[in-house]
Each structure stands twice: as C-alpha cells, then as structure tokens.
C-alpha cells in the first residue's frame, strides 16, 4: 500500500466526516455571519494582547 503525505486532496471523506461538513454551520466573516469567528476573535485579540 502507498501512502500519500503530499496533499489532503487524495482523501476520501468517511460518511461521518461528510455529515459534519453537511451539517456545519457556515457563513461569511466579512458579514458577521460566521459563528466560529465570533467565538474565535475574542480569544484571538485576547492572546494577540499580551
């Protein structure tokens, strides 16, 4: 068996993995539609002041 440690794009997505993508949550930042973002942006300015 080969393995290819080069790119993420020769992998085949399990079932469970397409499910997350299927049902994650998605929006655009720019927007303020991204629910990570307005999680992760505190916390980022947060470490970033230190």
């Not at 997505?13 to 992760?40: C, R, T």
């Amino acid at each position: 068996m080969q393995i290819n440690l080069v790119s993420d794009t020769v992998t085949k997505p399990s079932y469970e993995m397409l499910q997350y993508m299927f049902n994650a949550e998605v929006g655009d930042d720019v927007y303020g539609q991204s629910n990570s973002d307005k999680i992760a942006y505190p916390t980022r300015r947060t470490i970033n002041s230190r």
